[in-house]
């Protein structure tokens, strides 16, 4: 079992930034790759970035490369994602999830998620 909980949400303004947490627990966490998901309102939830157990390798949806970094710190089993240049289409309910493989883009793939942080960017 892997328990996570996310932090680090709020409402900043455009083209601001905020960094999310992922806290993470449990026996075989190093284990897993790690991702971030989202889901604004009225929408489906949506892959924003993934990163491999090691941390050797990431991968990002089109919409946010380049804004933003996700990364992790096996040593505190936490992973972070940082976001700049924050746009109001980059509000909603931002995910933390846990896989063992698997395409890291399909949210079908993981196994376990955290309760979501909400984020709110105003124009």
């Known amino acids: 079992q892997v328990q996570l909980v996310e932090s680090g949400g709020g409402l900043v303004q455009a083209g601001g930034s905020l960094r999310l947490s992922c806290a993470a627990s449990?026996?075989?966490?190093?284990?897993?790759?790690m991702g971030w998901f989202r889901q604004a309102p009225g929408k489906e939830r949506q892959f924003v970035a993934a990163?491999?157990?090691?941390?050797?390798?990431?991968v990002y949806a089109d919409s946010v490369k380049g804004r933003f970094t996700i990364s992790r710190d096996n040593a505190k089993n936490t992973v972070y994602l940082q976001m700049n240049s924050l746009k109001p289409e980059d509000t909603a309910v931002y995910y933390c999830?846990?896989?063992?493989?698997?395409?890291?883009?399909?949210?079908?793939?993981?196994?376990?998620w955290g309760q979501g942080t909400q984020v709110t960017v105003s124009s």
């Open positions: 999830a846990a896989t063992l493989g698997g395409r890291l883009e399909l949210m079908s793939n993981y196994d376990y």
């Open positions: 990163i491999t157990w090691s941390g050797g390798n990431t």
């Open positions: 449990g026996r075989t966490v190093s284990l897993h790759h």
